[in-house]
């Protein structure tokens, strides 16, 4: 499936967010995520699931000052 991840195009082979993420090397990490601007909650991403040309957003929290 083809998705856009921070604005680069990018092959999936999942659907399920949470299983993207570990597709994406992404687990255990803290992040924050949204789909298409919506922010997806940590709690519910195993229950959504990505279609064809959406837009994943993945945040690293920044340190410093």
Do not use: W
Request: net charge negative.
């Amino acid at each position: 499936m083809n998705i856009l991840v921070n604005n680069t195009a990018t092959v999936v082979h999942e659907k399920n967010l949470l299983t993207i993420l570990t597709e994406l090397g992404y687990e255990n990490l803290t992040i924050a995520t949204a789909i298409n601007g919506e922010f997806v909650p940590v709690s519910v991403r195993e229950k959504v699931f990505l279609c064809e040309g959406d837009k994943l957003e993945i945040l690293a929290p920044m340190q410093g000052g």
